[in-house]
């Protein structure tokens, strides 16, 4: 999944990031509200992780923006401690959940997959298109129930394609969802990518829309 990891405090930020890119997460990152503001109404993320004590334009006013802005991915707002008053705030301006600081880890990837199970377009950790699954709290891909090895680059984009199965996906989409914005893109990264999983998957399952992208189908569904 793409995420927007907002967090003005460089070695938390840090520790964020490797955590959710271990988790098999895009992320992208933002160290003060007018930055973050103006990413989350530019581009698409599946959540944002959101501090409230900003520099230049704090986190409540970030949300709000993004709320009246039509930006509706799930965003988990992290807090102080003492600070109850801004946990009900930030509910108020939109957020879906929230963290108080000092936190583990392991709470926040929890509350984070809890969100886009929740409010995202999976209605669990698991989907299935024909003989495949994907389970993304193990990061893992079974065809017939048994285990398919695959990198984490092909991982992220067969897991989106299968979130949206049937739907189109423009490379553009794909390149976004497992590489930062400051990548240097390759226009035919993502055909490496697609000719590697087309190789490991069951023949039809990845159709090709000539001149708009990729879309994931169950071929044994017509035959």
């Not at 992320?27 to 503001?37: H, I, K, L, N, R």
């Not at 957020?95 to 995202?120: Q, V």
Request: aromatic share 6%; with cysteine; hydrophobic share 40%.
């Amino acid at each position: 999944m793409r995420i927007l990891l907002v967090e003005d405090e460089p070695t938390l930020q840090a520790q964020l990031a490797q955590a959710l890119q271990s988790a098999n997460h895009t992320v992208e990152t933002a160290s003060d509200g007018a930055s973050a503001q103006y990413l989350g109404e530019v581009e698409n993320f599946d959540a944002a992780i959101l501090d409230l004590g900003l520099p230049v334009v704090d986190g409540l006013t970030v949300l709000r923006h993004w709320r009246a802005a039509g930006r509706t991915m799930p965003v988990l707002i992290l807090t102080a401690r003492s600070a109850w008053h801004e946990k009900v705030a930030g509910m108020d301006a939109g957020a879906d959940d929230y963290l108080s600081k000092p936190f583990h880890m392991e709470e926040l990837l929890a509350r984070l997959r809890a969100l886009l199970r929740r409010l995202g377009s999976q209605s669990s950790a698991e989907w299935q298109c024909g003989h495949i699954r994907l389970d993304t709290r193990q990061a893992r891909v079974l065809i017939d129930g048994q285990p398919l090895a695959l990198t984490s680059h092909e991982f992220k984009i067969l897991e989106l394609l299968m979130q949206r199965v049937g739907e189109v996906q423009s490379r553009t989409e794909l390149y976004e969802h497992i590489y930062p914005n400051d990548s240097e893109r390759d226009s035919n990264t993502i055909e490496v990518f697609i000719g590697r999983l087309r190789k490991k998957l069951p023949v039809g399952c990845i159709e090709t829309v000539r001149g708009m992208g990729y879309r994931m189908v169950d071929p044994s569904a017509n035959a």
